[in-house]
């Protein structure tokens, strides 16, 4: 493979990765909210683009909400079957192991 001759210097390095850098996005307000949102874009506030509706937010949001409330009460359903047998939670190992003195926690082979 080609070797080049000489070392490329900082500035024409610099000259040739100007063009990867990254470009500004272009924020307007909308006309329905005011909310800033991209140029040539839906509003994800309040679903318009140009004065007409094609997104139903508030749909999107009930089912979000929903998706969250179902999640949280699995959580708490796991939580709650861990509790429930006992002398399986690490905790109660935990405090056991603590309220053993020093010597008694160590193990020799």
């Not at 909210?33 to 679903?47: F, R, Y």
């Not at 997104?55 to 709650?80: C, H, T």
Request: glycine share 4%.
């Amino acid at each position: 493979m080609a070797q080049p001759k000489k070392a490329t210097s900082r500035s024409k390095t610099k000259i040739r990765r100007k063009s990867f850098r990254l470009s500004s996005v272009n924020l307007i307000a909308c006309e329905q909210c005011g909310s800033l949102k991209p140029a040539h874009h839906i509003c994800l506030v309040c679903g318009t683009y140009r004065g007409k509706k094609y997104l139903d937010v508030e749909k999107k949001e009930r089912k979000e909400r929903k998706r969250v409330q179902e999640a949280e009460a699995q959580r708490e359903r796991q939580r709650e079957s861990i509790q429930k047998v006992p002398g399986k939670t690490p905790s109660s190992q935990t405090r056991q192991l603590v309220s053993k003195p020093l010597t008694q926690r160590t193990t020799s082979k």
